[in-house]
């Protein structure tokens, strides 16, 4: 997995296009893709022409629960693996493109915690074999067969934990994600070959464009509150430990993220000192749906909430902006923002 995602500048007027949570919802990537300038709307390749142009996509591209998705409803069942699919060949597109004198684009995959879940479910099938876990599935619903299984499978604690996990990840929209693949042993081949190096390699924690933490949300331990580059030094399991912080974090909002029951949400002063720990001056994340169909600002723009899926329509971030290498400011203006929030303390 990729640890941070620093990148180099120049100094050509920049675009960063930001998506939010997608949920197996692939028309919509295509359609602000395209409409960032990013995408040829009729061959869906990477444009040329966008050279200097940053894509960000800030997690949970996985597991549909129903919620609506733009495009033909007849296809929405196909759109997780569609959405794997293309962003594998965006990034070869950029890879091949980035040879080419002037071209300085890139394409940061965020890590967000339905992929977590769903890789860590791949890796749980894996031990546990593809048989069990397919009638763990079939049966879900059906206690006492259930029972019978989980007394076959748990015989230790650590067992009992992968089955837990796996069971929650199923009913969070893991179905779906198995179905957009084809069935079980599709998804599965899937996820050993070409899809599954998506989520173990090709993932990142975050990345800094124009002084702004892109990341899937912030971690409720203030511990894991540093700049990438400290983030990207630590230790592996510590280093996991804080991804898995970054992605579930719902305290920035008011929430406890395993109960759910509302908390005191940070005071503008609080989230002064957050973006200081990071060592940026605004973060734009996801995670945490706000009910809205544009980005949602809260603490007078400094937190940019982009998690606007199940509504068709719905915007991105757009923002360009020029380097100023002399002195290592920047310049910019924002598109597409056309809802700005001033909340010090958001409301859900």
Same mark, same amino acid.
């Given at each position: 997995?990729?640890?941070?995602?620093?990148?180099?500048?120049?100094?050509?007027?920049?675009?960063?296009?930001?998506?939010?949570?997608?949920?197996?919802?692939?028309?919509?990537?295509?359609?602000?893709?395209?409409?960032? &300038?990013?995408?040829?709307?009729? !061959?869906?390749?990477?444009?040329?022409?966008?050279?200097?142009?940053?894509?960000?996509?800030?997690?949970?591209?996985?597991?549909?629960?129903?919620?609506?998705?733009?495009?033909?409803?007849?296809?929405?069942?196909?759109?997780?693996?569609?959405?794997?699919?293309?962003?594998?060949?965006?990034?070869?597109?950029?890879?091949?493109?980035?040879?080419?004198?002037?071209?300085?684009?890139?394409?940061?995959?965020?890590?967000?915690?339905?992929?977590?879940?769903?890789?860590?479910?791949?890796?749980?099938?894996?031990?546990?074999?593809?048989?069990?876990?397919?009638?763990?599935?079939?049966?879900?619903?059906?206690?006492?067969?259930?029972?019978?299984?989980?007394?076959?499978?748990?015989?230790?604690?650590?067992?009992?934990?992968?089955?837990?996990?796996?069971?929650?990840?199923? !009913?969070? &929209?893991?179905?779906?994600?198995?179905?957009?693949?084809?069935?079980?042993?599709?998804?599965?081949?899937?996820?050993?070959?070409?899809?599954?190096?998506?989520?173990?390699?090709?993932?990142?924690?975050?990345?800094?464009?124009?002084?702004?933490?892109?990341?899937?949300?912030?971690?409720?331990?203030? !511990?894991?509150?540093?700049?990438? !580059?400290?983030?990207?030094?630590?230790?592996?399991?510590?280093?996991?430990?804080?991804?898995?912080?970054?992605?579930?974090?719902?305290?920035?909002?008011?929430?406890?993220?395993?109960?759910?029951?509302?908390?005191?949400?940070?005071?503008?002063?609080?989230?002064?000192?957050?973006?200081?720990?990071?060592?940026?001056?605004?973060?734009?994340?996801?995670?945490?749906?706000?009910?809205?169909?544009?980005?949602?600002?809260?603490?007078?723009?400094?937190?940019?909430?982009?998690?606007?899926?199940?509504?068709?329509?719905?915007?991105?971030?757009?923002?360009?902006?020029?380097?100023?290498?002399?002195?290592?400011?920047?310049?910019?203006?924002?598109?597409?923002?056309?809802?700005?929030?001033?909340?010090?303390?958001?409301?859900?």
């Amino acid at each position: 997995m990729i640890r941070t995602g620093e990148v180099r500048r120049n100094n050509a007027t920049r675009k960063v296009v930001a998506i939010g949570d997608l949920h197996g919802d692939y028309f919509r990537m295509v359609r602000l893709m395209t409409e960032g &300038g990013v995408l040829d709307p009729v !061959t869906i390749h990477w444009r040329p022409e966008a050279d200097q142009v940053d894509v960000v996509l800030v997690g949970d591209y996985v597991d549909w629960r129903y919620e609506q998705l733009e495009g033909n409803p007849q296809e929405w069942k196909l759109g997780i693996s569609r959405i794997v699919g293309l962003l594998l060949d965006l990034a070869g597109e950029v890879e091949e493109l980035s040879g080419r004198r002037g071209f300085d684009s890139h394409l940061h995959t965020l890590m967000g915690n339905h992929d977590m879940m769903m890789w860590e479910g791949f890796q749980i099938v894996e031990r546990i074999g593809l048989d069990h876990a397919q009638l763990l599935f079939n049966n879900v619903n059906h206690f006492s067969l259930i029972g019978k299984l989980l007394e076959k499978l748990m015989s230790t604690p650590e067992k009992s934990q992968d089955v837990a996990r796996l069971l929650n990840w199923y !009913t969070q &929209g893991g179905e779906m994600t198995i179905a957009s693949y084809g069935g079980m042993k599709e998804w599965q081949d899937a996820m050993t070959g070409r899809h599954g190096e998506f989520f173990s390699r090709h993932l990142k924690l975050g990345v800094v464009l124009n002084n702004r933490l892109y990341c899937h949300s912030l971690p409720d331990d203030e !511990t894991y509150l540093m700049p990438l !580059t400290q983030l990207a030094a630590l230790p592996s399991v510590t280093y996991e430990k804080a991804l898995e912080s970054f992605v579930w974090g719902r305290r920035i909002w008011g929430y406890d993220v395993f109960s759910g029951r509302k908390l005191d949400p940070p005071s503008e002063a609080d989230v002064d000192r957050i973006l200081a720990k990071l060592g940026v001056q605004s973060v734009v994340i996801g995670h945490t749906p706000m009910g809205k169909s544009r980005p949602y600002y809260a603490y007078d723009g400094k937190v940019i909430n982009l998690d606007t899926h199940g509504t068709p329509g719905s915007s991105g971030f757009v923002e360009e902006y020029k380097v100023d290498s002399r002195r290592g400011r920047t310049s910019g203006k924002q598109t597409g923002l056309l809802h700005r929030n001033k909340r010090r303390k958001p409301v859900l």
